[in-house]
């Protein structure tokens, strides 16, 4: 615990705060979720989820360091007219999201890829986003009876409405009825 | 400055390094690379970048907190069998090290999406990346035409010479010759 603290230490305050209560066991208790929940056509939402201006220059600062995300002067002067974020900050936006949403209740064990992603329009500091996960399909693994796999459209949209990104990929759960198919 | 250096306090020790450093006009000079520049077959490589078990597990806490991103013990009892990077830093850094290797120095314009990503290797602490950049075909833009397309195919490598992810898209390239196509 003390190696948890001294580490949260150096991590943004969210970082730091979630780690600092987080227990190992507590994240995948029986989940309540498995793969024959996810129906074609269930909806799940999350949200609304708001982005400053000093999450987006920080992300960006780490991973992204393109004007358009950096700085208010510099962005106007590129095709985005003003500071936004990263596509990557909102790819990562809508992975938590989707974690405190319903995956940590499921039985997710993570995703092979991911299919596609649009980034329809920018998202701006201050703006707040809401994430509706639809599920497409979902078939059973050949090599591995115990999972599946769950296609969704994921979506944020802005407090406009505007969907502002759409991620398209399918996550592998685990099956309540751990038979062969 | 101030507020950059105030802010820059609350980063990862990285972000904050950049941004007290860097400044805004020294980004964008006049690129070196345009659109024309990105002719099929041409490679660009960067690094290697190590990526510790103290960025992957903050990383996570923020934005992917399922276990086998967080805790050495938690992650043994999933499938990935141990401590492993999220996918989405695995994009992140992917993204920093295009930036680092030949986009700040680009006419680069930011990019619609992404085509595809595929996980194929997990990145363990203390893993070693190398980045190899492919660029598979370029079009001019019919409604931009001072700016084009090229698709890339994206590759991660790892000490050992194994793929570990790949991402393919197309970004947005402002041309050298800003005359309609």
Redesign the interface.
Known sequence: MNNRVR??A???????R??TV?K??A??PVPELYWEDFTPGRVFTHGPRRLSR?EM???A????????H??E??AR????GGLCA???LS???L??MC?DGF??RSS????????????LAAIRPGDEVTLRATVLDSRTSKSRPEMGFVRFNFELFNVGGDCVMVLTTSL?MGRREKTAS
Chains 1, 2 share one sequence.
């Open positions: 580490f949260a150096c991590l943004t305050d969210r970082a730091a979630f780690l987080w190992p066991q994240v995948q000093e220059v920080g992300f600062a780490e991973f992204d360091p393109q004007p358009m950096l700085d002067e510099a002067a590129t095709m985005m990263s596509g990557w790819c990562c936006i992975m938590r974690a995956l940590l997710s064990m993570g995703a092979p890829g991911v299919d596609e992603v649009k980034w592998m």
